[in-house]
């Protein structure tokens, strides 16, 4: 890793670590129903064989999606850059009673021996990597043959008329209820051009990932029914802009 590079990993950090705060409340990353949480098992059901199972959640945040791992039973790892969400992630897997472990790295590469996982989960991070095609295939070095990599991500701006009217609406809404700017940039421009991502991948993009690296049984599963959930219990200023392509990419080692 490069002086730059390394500089830009440390910067993310201190912007998730400042976001850890209220990371849970923000739509579609807290889960708020018992609906939307048993959606998202029935997901996961679906694809993982049975038995207690060794998961890594990578660039794991508060660890919303792999402690829905530890309460249907299987070991969880989790693994971000951010001290301070590791700790909320610590604090919520004790406070369910979780022996889950929580380690500080790089999800671009996991500091852990080949072969140390039956299952690599993330959720809302592909997205952010400067290096996402590396870190599919360090993600692939870390499962057990036959092991299984399940990737959830969105496209969060394709640049059409329909999502900038949504924006607007949504921005404007905003700005009038929260007295706040909405379009208030999370990463700098410095690390924004470091990201071939930065407004979401696309399915399309995240199956090239997988197919580069030789993901075998490879599944693209169209994560609309649980957006609808999310939805729910959003007020409109949120809804209106939360029309995202949202998938989850499946593939085993």
């Known amino acids: 890793m490069t002086i730059q590079e390394n500089q830009i990993k440390q910067n993310i950090a201190r912007i998730w670590d400042v976001s850890s705060e209220t990371y849970d409340s923000h739509e579609g990353h807290g889960i708020t129903s018992e609906a939307e949480r048993e959606a998202w098992k029935n997901v996961f ?3 993982l064989p049975p038995g207690r199972l060794k998961v890594l959640d990578v660039g794991c945040g508060t660890c919303e ?3 829905l791992f530890a309460e249907m039973g299987h070991h969880v790892t989790g693994l971000d850059l951010s001290e301070k969400m590791l700790a909320k992630a610590r604090e919520k897997a004790s406070r369910r009673g979780f022996n889950s472990v929580f380690k500080k790295g790089d999800a671009e590469a996991p ?6 996982f039956d299952v690599v989960v993330n959720r809302h991070l592909l997205w952010t990597l400067p290096h996402p095609d590396t870190a599919v295939q360090n993600w692939k070095k870390v499962l057990v043959e036959g092991g299984k990599l399940i990737v959830i991500d969105g496209v969060w701006n394709d640049g059409s008329i329909e999502t900038n009217a949504r924006r607007l609406v949504s921005d ?10 909405p379009r208030k940039g999370h990463y700098s421009r410095e690390i924004d051009s470091e990201l071939p991502n930065r407004h979401g991948v696309s399915p399309e993009k995240m199956l090239e990932y997988f197919r580069a690296v030789g993901f075998n049984n490879i599944k693209d599963i169209d994560l609309k029914d649980i957006m609808d959930l999310q939805k729910e219990d959003m007020p409109f200023r949120k809804r209106i802009a939360y029309n995202y392509k949202y998938h989850l990419i499946y593939g085993e080692k």
């Open 45 to 47: 059901k679906n694809l």
């Open 65 to 67: 999606i792999g402690l």
């Open 111 to 116: 500091p852990f021996e080949a072969g140390s």
């Open 172 to 181: 404007f809404c905003t700005l009038l209820v929260e007295r706040r700017n």
